[in-house]
T-cell receptor
Framework: NAGVTQTPKFQVLKTGQSMTLQCAQDMNHEYMSWYRQDPGMGLRLIHYSVGAGITDQGEVPNGYNVSRSTTEDFPLRLLSAAPSQTSVYFC?????????????FGPGTRLTVL | AQKITQTQPGMFVQEKEAVTLDCTYDTSDPSYGLFWYKQPSSGEMIFLIYQGSYDQQNATEGRYSLNFQKARKSANLVISASQLGDSAMYFCAMRPTNDYKLSFGAGTTVTVRA
């Protein structure tokens, strides 16, 4: 199993550009989520999905869209990039809500918006 | 809503000594899980240990143990016999048992000195 994969690893955008961060998992996990990591603030939840066709907002959803058409894929779209979206983005997945199930994280995407 | 507090931004520890990383949390959920993750300089998030709020014993995983004090709402991570490879950022996280969403603290940077 490849686990959770993310592409690209690095990206530089100009203000106003749009792009999609890709996330895929091959563990048949029902739960997937996107976090952003900023210095001194830990990880904050952007959007999450509890199954194909179901998505919901997390703590910091503004400026981002998601969709979940398949169990495996959970792309994150930046509609019009802003410098405030410069961050490291992590995708994570989990099998279910059973007690003790940790979330498995992808390697991260480092995004810079100029 | 959950709030996780890690009050130690950075710590130094001598190789082979033990180190305790503090984590306190605030939640109104009666059942929840506590997690610790390690983030080395390479950036990936590595799951270390889990503690359920109703677990009678403190969790242990190799050199990692969790000092869980429910009444004080604290879940401190103890790393015994520190190694140079333990130098990393450590995050405390929590989620209610009936939910997927994970809330993170701001993290503690540990530097192990030879």
């Amino acid at each position: 199993n490849a686990g959770v994969t993310q592409t690209p690893k690095f990206q530089v955008l100009k203000t106003g550009q749009s792009m999609t961060l890709q996330c895929a998992q091959d563990m048949n996990h029902e739960y997937m989520s996107w976090y952003r990591q900023d210095p001194g603030m830990g990880l904050r939840l952007i959007h999450y999905s509890v199954g194909a066709g179901i998505t919901d907002q997390g703590e910091v959803p503004n400026g981002y869209n998601v969709s979940r058409s398949t169990t495996e894929d959970f792309p994150l779209r930046l509609l019009s990039a802003a410098p405030s979206q410069t961050s490291v983005y992590f995708c994570a997945s989990s099998p279910d809500r059973a007690s003790g199930n940790e979330q498995f994280f992808g390697p991260g995407t480092r995004l810079t918006v100029l | 809503a959950q709030k996780i507090t890690q009050t130690q931004p950075g710590m130094f520890v001598q190789e082979k000594e033990a180190v305790t990383l503090d984590c306190t949390y605030d939640t109104s959920d009666p059942s929840y899980g506590l997690f610790w993750y390690k983030q080395p300089s390479s950036g990936e998030m590595i799951f270390l240990i889990y503690q359920g709020s109703y677990d009678q014993q403190n969790a242990t995983e190799g050199r990692y143990s969790l000092n869980f004090q429910k009444a004080r709402k604290s879940a401190n991570l103890v790393i015994s016999a520190s190694q140079l490879g333990d130098s990393a950022m450590y995050f405390c996280a929590m989620r209610p048992t009936n939910d997927y969403k994970l809330s993170f603290g701001a993290g503690t940077t540990v530097t192990v000195r030879a």
